[in-house]
């Protein structure tokens, strides 16, 4: 049965996009993901070897300075290899402006019970309109 939850979308416009559930319990630096293929490249990171590419990747945050987040939500972009879209439990500043500047739909503010359900390989939508995030 299909759960949804409200949200608090950051970027995405009037976006909606719909894929698997990547969670990852680790904060990300989008530097360190091939950016041709979207496959995680940090070693010993729990995604190195897992591709970011058209997931709806949930987040607690991103990690590293501007010039790399940036470059690396960049690189993804430009090669059609990065996320659907991004959750987020604790947006930073860099990531932020990353995703507005790429045009990536971040979305922050879900409650406790969004994070204890959503799990890997469960079908997302994601709706920067309505603010809505549906599970199933």
């Known amino acids: 049965m299909a759960k949804q939850f409200k949200c608090h979308t950051i970027s995405g416009g009037e976006q909606v996009?719909?894929?698997?559930?990547?969670?990852?319990?680790?904060?990300?630096?989008?530097?360190?993901?091939?950016?041709?293929?979207?496959?995680?490249k940090e070693e010993g990171h729990a995604l190195d070897g897992v591709s970011l590419k058209d997931v709806i990747l949930v987040i607690p945050s991103g990690k590293g300075s501007s010039v790399v987040q940036d470059e690396g939500l960049f690189g993804m972009k430009a090669n059609n290899a990065g996320p659907k879209a991004i959750i987020v439990k604790t947006p930073d500043t860099v990531l932020v402006a990353g995703c507005i500047v790429m045009e990536y739909p971040l979305l922050d503010r879900l409650d406790d019970d969004f994070n204890k359900l959503v799990k890997d390989g469960d079908q997302v939508k994601v709706d920067c309109k309505e603010g809505t995030i549906t599970v199933n």
Do not use: N
């Open 17 to 40: 996009v719909e894929g698997k559930a990547l969670v990852c319990p680790e904060s990300i630096c989008f530097y360190m993901v091939d950016f041709k293929t979207g496959i995680v």
